[in-house]
T-cell receptor, first 109, second 116 residues
Framework: TQLLEQSPQFLSIQEGENLTVYCNSS?????LQWYRQEPGEGPVLLVT?????EVKKLKRLTFQFGDARKDSSLHITAAQPGDTGLYLC?????????FGKGTLLTVNP | GAGVSQSPSNKVTEKGKDVELRCDPI?????LYWYRQSLGQGLEFLIY????????KSGLPSDRFSAERTGGSVSTLTIQRTQQEDSAVYLC??????????????FGPGTRLTVT
């Protein structure tokens, strides 16, 4: 069974601070996806990384896939209240994704 | 371009009753998934459809759960004789058949099921 561990589970910060959340596994994935979920809504795909060592930037968000394709990180620069939400990572090697339990981020104004 | 829609958005039912949850995927998406999300438990895979067939039903928790998909489009998840532990948010997602093994999922807003 493939498992994805996300840390921290909860994170509460002030507007303007930087933060990093992590997604770790003992399994290798062919791709890793990050989603953000807001209350009462379904998860929304932010990015997909597929190559070991790959770095992708989406405005203030930077995503990195580990060299061994077992782990990933999400770094947010100058967090804003609109970044508040549940961040989920999901690893895939075929049609089936394995989801982590998520990091619940609160950015206080 | 409409996204994935689900109905109802909320459902309160009494223990022992049957419920049907509906999912309308994005037009042209051949793959469809059902997940269950409980507080603190993450997304639990239930079933995967490719077209109208379900090659992976391994996540259905018991034989009280069933799902079907017709016309390669709408899917219905049915829970018979509901139990309190069935209370959760049920999410549907659709995707194009993945190229290079990548299946990027588009989720609906979910159905919040409460069994009293």
């Amino acid at each position: 069974t493939q498992l994805l561990e996300q840390s921290p589970q909860f994170l509460s910060i002030q507007e303007g601070e930087n933060l990093t959340v992590y997604c770790n596994s003992s399994s290798v994935f062919s791709s890793l996806q990050w989603y953000r979920q807001e209350p009462g809504e379904g998860p929304v795909l932010l990015v997909t990384v597929v190559t070991g060592g790959e770095v992708k930037k989406l405005k203030r968000l930077t995503f990195q896939f580990g060299d061994a394709r077992k782990d990933s990180s999400l770094h947010i620069t100058a967090a804003q209240p609109g970044d508040t939400g549940l961040y989920l990572c999901a690893g895939g090697s075929n049609y089936k994704l394995t989801f982590g339990k998520g990091t619940l981020l609160t950015v206080n104004p | 371009g409409a996204g994935v829609s689900q109905s109802p958005s909320n459902k309160v039912t009494e223990k022992g009753k049957d419920v049907e949850l509906r999912c309308d995927p994005i037009s042209g998406h051949t793959a469809l998934y059902w997940y269950r999300q409980s507080l603190g438990q993450g997304l639990e895979f239930l079933i995967y459809f490719q077209g109208n067939s379900a090659p992976d039903k391994s996540g259905l928790p018991s034989d009280r759960f069933s799902a079907e998909r017709t016309g390669g489009s709408v899917s219905t998840l049915t829970i018979q004789r509901t139990q309190q532990e069935d209370s959760a948010v049920y999410l549907c997602a659709s995707t194009k058949t993945g190229t290079s093994g990548i299946y990027e999922q588009y989720f609906g807003p979910g159905t919040r099921l409460t069994v009293t």
